[in-house]
């Protein structure tokens, strides 16, 4: 019994120095970083030309923008991609959201050059150069997506504390409405974004909404999740410091497509029970897809995913049927504004 409780004190003991330990390092983890003001926000509508609320929202606040302004801050709202507007098509040539990498950018201008290659090239230019000191702080780009994904906002890099703080504040202001994080950093999976081109890229994904169609509580969910982020950032700006914090995020892994025949054609159609179950967890023999002939096809699989853009419209031309997702927590640091207002108190 002597020495059951020795063991058990020293058991104890050890329980409480490792506390210790957690505590220091947390501590010694939660030192102020300083991050440069946000001083340049530009809003992007239209990058998609067919999703509307991004292009309403954008076409608004250039006749009347006194409620995106914010002391400060430049804050420019602009339609990406006019021509496909007019036309409410999702794009002209090829998709704008996707050729913000290296070879089209430097890609020399010739007739023939996609539409839009040429106008990424532009707003590389006002809004750049991408990977720049000059380029702009922070860009919303708006989408809208077929699929029942709610007001998602979209994470570029893991280790992007401003942004993780700002969704942070965001999940907060907007509670208890959901708000799910779709983190799309992938080793294989590229994406060069049109809001790339910013120090720190914000997708906001709201849905869902047809194409060619514009829903009020949609866009008034868009409008919240832009309004938070700009709250965000003057709080920021005026010197507010924002302790460590931690999200939880749906973290891309894989695109799925839909079955398809020797002729490329697509043979099965989303299950009934996985359509609008964005963000809800697949398991393992989980229904995903019927044949016409009533042939069930299940999910194999040795973990539990969460799949997202489940059915999206403008994903078939992709060959995706929907993405997989596991959930992963981000922590971010203690971070406060490196250049702080002498005025504010």
Not at 322 to 336: D, E, G, P, Q, S
């Amino acid at each position: 019994f002597f020495f059951e409780t020795k063991v058990l004190r020293l058991h104890y003991f050890l329980f409480c120095f490792q506390q210790f330990l957690e505590l220091l390092k947390s501590m010694t983890s939660s030192s102020v970083v300083d991050k440069p003001p946000v001083r340049r926000v530009a809003i992007f509508g239209g990058t998609h030309g067919n999703e509307l609320s991004g292009v309403f929202l954008v076409k608004h606040w250039q006749e009347n923008g006194a409620e995106i302004q914010r002391t400060g801050v430049e804050v420019k709202p602009f339609l990406t991609n006019p021509r496909a507007v007019k036309k409410c098509t999702r794009y002209i040539d090829c998709d704008l959201n996707r050729v913000f990498d290296p070879d089209n950018l430097g890609r020399t201008v010739v007739e023939d050059i996609p539409y839009e290659v040429r106008r990424a090239q532009e707003i590389n230019h006002i809004f750049g150069p991408k990977g720049s000191d000059d380029a702009y702080d922070l860009i919303f780009d708006l989408h809208n997506t077929t699929s029942n994904m709610g007001g998602t906002l979209i994470l570029e890099n893991s280790r992007d504390d401003f942004t993780i703080h700002m969704f942070h504040y965001i999940k907060n202001a907007l509670a208890p409405e959901r708000c799910p994080v779709l983190l799309i950093e992938h080793p294989s999976l590229k994406y060069a974004t049109t809001r790339s081109v910013a120090k720190h890229p914000v997708g906001v994904e709201v849905g869902p909404q047809p194409q060619g169609v514009v829903r009020a509580d949609i866009l008034d969910k868009m409008r919240k999740i832009v309004k938070h982020g700009l709250d965000f950032v003057q709080l920021f700006n005026e010197g507010r410091e924002f302790p460590p914090c931690t999200i939880e995020v749906f973290k891309i892994m894989e695109k799925v497509d839909y079955p398809r025949n020797k002729n490329d054609d697509v043979i099965a159609i989303i299950h009934p029970k996985l359509q609008d179950q964005d963000w809800q967890p697949l398991n393992n023999g989980d229904p995903l897809f019927l044949t016409l002939d009533g042939e069930v096809i299940a999910y194999k699989g040795d973990c539990t995913v969460y799949p997202t853009f489940i059915n999206e419209a403008a994903y078939y031309e992709k060959k995706q049927a929907f993405v997989k997702t596991v959930k992963v927590n981000l922590t971010a640091k203690h971070i406060r504004s490196s250049v702080l207002d002498q005025n504010t108190s």
